[in-house]
Structures are given as structure tokens and as C-alpha cells.
């Protein structure tokens, strides 16, 4: 079963908030080893139906 978080990839891409020199927040997109799935982008807990 596909990881429902990634869809399969085991990576999502969240937005993350950073300031930069100037104190402006802006968001850069970042690459993670999915949190659902641990990047194996296997569904492992058999609650996916909730
Ligand atoms: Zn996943």
C-alpha cells in the first residue's frame, strides 16, 4: 500500500518560513524523507482507513 502522505515517493516537500538579512519571512521549500513512511513510501500501520 502506497505511503497516503507521499504517495509513494517517500519524500514530501514542506514549506518552511526563514528569515532572511533583511528580516523578511520567506517560505523555501525543502525536501524531507517522508514523516509518514520514514521515506520507504510503504504505508506500515494499518490505519489508513481513518
Ligand atoms: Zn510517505
Redesign the pocket.
Known amino acids: 500500500m502506497e ?1 497516503r ?2 504517495s509513494g515517493t ?1 519524500w514530501w516537500r514542506p514549506e518552511r518560513p526563514h528569515r532572511d538579512g533583511s528580516g523578511v519571512i520567506v517560505w523555501l521549500r525543502v525536501d524531507e524523507p ?1 514523516r ?2 520514514a521515506g520507504t ?1 510503504k504505508e506500515h500501520s494499518p490505519v489508513a482507513a481513518l
Open positions: 505511503c502522505f507521499c517517500g517522508c509518514g513512511c513510501g
